[in-house]
């Protein structure tokens, strides 16, 4: 579905991916750990598409599509999805709306039928009780005055009604309570499916209790510098980042 | 020499060439030819005078102006043109500077509302127009007010009993449409309401898109003790139309005036909002934006004195510019003695959509008392890259993501309108500005 290969990316000049690879096949969850600034969110936004982000070598496959020709709103409509590490408010744009137009937009992208106003509300008071959304919060303007838990929840949110084939969930963890991490990673659960894959990226063990990854690995200076399964989060928790820097890197694998 | 230029001359032209409603009135004869020597004298403001600082009229002084439309009084096309708010309850519409009574609708007012073309006022009993018209020329008159005083032909005298009020909105609908040339429209208005009284007014601006006609309207507007004014513009004159307007604004004790304002249409368009706080507790909201496309100009000149003790004003405006278009925002607080206690704020935001638009913001404080409560802003900028691609990752087109984030930023100046569909009205409009997205 995804194949990353030996990817440079660069942001003001400065070279952050240095020659990343990685595989992901449809139903798999992989969890991307590593230290702050090893480029993990960089990832993510030269997927997504970012603007500022220069590739200076090396390929990403999507569905056998060059990735990396696409606009932003392209790789959306192919189903891409990014869950933002910070996500941006946007005052004076309703939520509601704003996810009519989203789901609207991708619809007429890939030659679809879009959803009237009744359909749509249809399908929000659907995904509201499925992912225990606060109905509260599609009313108002997009995450504008969100807690941080809030936009967070937001963005699974947005997720579970656009339902893409690949979703990038940028430490989509962090500023969680107990209970909302327990629901978003149930959310997450009940999305997961063959046909789709998830790349989760967290710097903690605990929300892939939930979450079970199929995969696990360290990206540390602009690579994967270690991989594995479930169990090297664990060890991760425990040893640090210290402990890999130890160990003789291997090659990307999974 | 400013009396070369073509504009000029054609005013003077005009003013031989026209018998005005009222003439051979002495009183009005000579308050005409006073201000027609002063505009002589003072000619088109220019850019040294600090409220026309970003308004160049040099294109303007080289246009010749016909002195009126013959055919205004006959001339067809306007029905189609009115606002489908307008359309329903009363109006008064003026077509080529003229009030039409067949388009207008009128007799459903309620009692205690007096409404006449300025026209017909003066035809039937000038002497009470007298303290309206009948003035000297001072520092305030620019070279428009003065060509408005010398040249003004009709106009809307509204007055509003005391306690009378009105809840269904009037609407005030200027309709340009193409004549034989380019003509020159100087309106002269009043709006004055009673203690107490309650009253909504909706102006409208439309015209067909190749008109160049000037539009000069002077008006003067009372507020009385606990009376309030809600007071809307929407402005979509046509693509080639000069619209200029001062309404110069008193509000008594507890009087209130709520001003929205969108500002889409013309050419060359200038609003000169002048506003006296005189009463104690007066209270001004204005809000508005333009929304400026092409080769458009707009200048909106907020300029609030208060003089009342604990009087308050506040000004939420939004401007947004493409292409090569340009927008003047000056909004000026001043508190002067006596006004103790008085509390006023001036916030403006601007965006620019294009590499050569420009908006020129100048927000502007002068207090002289006490116990005073002022604030002020004004930004520039441009759409925000970070917000855009958030809208782009969720799948929504570039262009499409823009024109969300336009509206957006335009819509709190539509916040507190209603009646909803008078506001659905407006929001429709701004969509139409912005092309609507497929949502
Ligand atoms: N616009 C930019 N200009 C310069 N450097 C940048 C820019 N954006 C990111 N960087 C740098 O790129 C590096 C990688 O950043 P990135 O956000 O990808 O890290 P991360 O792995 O997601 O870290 P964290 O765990 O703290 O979220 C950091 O050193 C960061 O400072
Ligand atoms: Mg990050």
């Known amino acids: ?254 | 020499m400013t009396a070369a230029l073509p504009f000029v001359q054609s005013m003077h032209a005009a003013a031989l060439q026209r018998r005005l409603p009222g003439s051979g009135l002495a009183w009005l004869d000579a308050a005409r030819t006073d201000a027609l020597q002063a505009f002589a004298d003072r000619g088109l403001p220019d850019q040294r005078n600090e409220l026309w600082k970003y308004t160049s009229l040099r294109a303007l002084a080289q246009r010749a102006f016909a002195a009126n439309d013959a055919a205004a009084a006959s001339r067809a096309g306007a029905a189609a043109l009115l606002p489908v708010p307008a359309r329903q309850g009363s109006r008064a519409v003026f077509v080529n500077g003229a009030f039409r009574a067949d388009l207008s609708s009128l007799d459903a007012l309620p009692e205690g509302v007096a409404v006449q073309s300025l026209a017909a006022a003066l035809r039937d009993a000038p002497e009470p127009l007298r303290f309206l018209l009948d003035k000297r020329v001072d520092d305030d008159d620019d070279g428009f007010t003065l060509l408005n005083r010398a040249l003004a032909a009709d106009g809307l005298i509204l007055k509003v009993a005391a306690g009378a009020e009105v809840g269904e909105p009037l609407h005030i609908v200027h309709v340009g449409l193409a004549a034989e040339a380019a003509a020159a429209f100087h309106l002269r208005s009043l709006v004055e309401l009673g203690k107490g009284a309650r009253l909504r007014i909706v102006e409208h601006h439309v015209g067909e898109p190749q008109t160049g006609h000037l539009t000069n309207i002077v008006r003067d507007i009372g507020v009385h003790a606990n009376a309030h004014l809600d007071w809307t513009v929407v402005q979509q004159a046509g693509a080639d139309a000069t619209l200029l307007r001062r309404s110069k604004v008193r509000l008594h004790d507890d009087a209130a005036l709520d001003l929205h304002a969108l500002e889409l249409g013309g050419k060359l368009v200038r609003h000169e909002i002048r506003a006296e706080l005189a009463g104690a507790r007066s209270r001004f909201n204005s809000r508005g934006a333009f929304v400026l496309h092409g080769r458009q100009h707009a200048d909106m000149e907020v300029l609030v004195a208060h003089r009342g003790r604990d009087s308050f004003s506040n000004a939420v405006w939004r401007g947004v510019a493409d292409n090569r278009a340009r927008g003047v925002v000056h909004g000026r607080i001043l508190v002067q003695p006596g006004a103790d206690g008085a509390d006023g704020s001036f916030y403006n935001k601007n965006l620019l959509l294009s590499p050569d638009a420009e908006i020129d913001t100048r927000p502007a404080l002068e207090i002289y008392a006490d116990e005073v409560k002022a604030n002020h802003g004004a930004t520039v900028g441009q759409l925000d890259e970070k917000v855009l691609f958030y809208l782009r990752s969720r799948g929504i087109p570039l262009e499409t993501a823009r024109r969300i984030l336009v509206r957006a930023f335009c819509s709190v100046a539509l916040d507190g309108m209603d009646p909803a569909p008078l506001r659905e009205h407006c929001e429709a409009l701004l969509a139409e500005q912005l092309p609507e997205v497929s949502a």
């Open chain 1, 1 to 254: 579905m995804l194949t990353i290969h030996n990817l440079h990316a660069r942001i003001a000049g400065k070279e952050i991916l240095k020659g990343l690879s990685l595989e992901v096949k449809p139903g798999e969850v992989h969890a991307i750990m590593g230290p702050n600034g090893a480029g993990k969110s960089t990832l993510g936004n030269v997927l997504a598409g970012r603007p500022g982000y220069e590739v200076t070598q090396g390929s990403v496959l999507f569905d056998g599509k060059n990735l990396l020709e696409l606009e932003p709103e392209a790789r959306a409509a192919a189903g891409l999805f990014l869950a933002f590490q910070y996500p941006v408010e946007i005052p004076g744009v309703n939520n509601t709306y704003f996810l009519r137009a989203a789901l609207n937009a991708q619809r007429k992208a890939r030659g679809e039928q879009e959803l009237d106003s009744m359909q749509f509300l249809k399908l929000v008071r659907e995904k509201v009780k499925e992912m225990g959304m606060t109905p509260e919060l599609l009313n108002r303007a997009v995450n504008e005055g969100f807690s941080g838990g809030e936009k967070k929840r937001n963005e699974v949110f947005q997720m579970a009604l656009l339902e893409p084939r690949l979703a990038v969930l940028d430490e989509t963890d962090s500023g969680l309570d107990i209970d909302a991490l327990k629901r978003v990673a149930a959310g997450v659960n009940s999305l997961r499916s063959p046909q789709r894959a998830f790349l989760v990226i967290t710097h903690y063990q605990r929300l892939l209790d939930y979450i079970v990854p199929d995969f696990v690995h360290v990206l540390a200076d602009g690579r994967i510098v270690e991989s594995g399964d479930a169990q090297l989060a664990r060890e991760l928790e425990a040893h640090g980042y210290a402990w890999v820097r130890e160990r003789t890197p291997v090659e990307a694998s999974a």
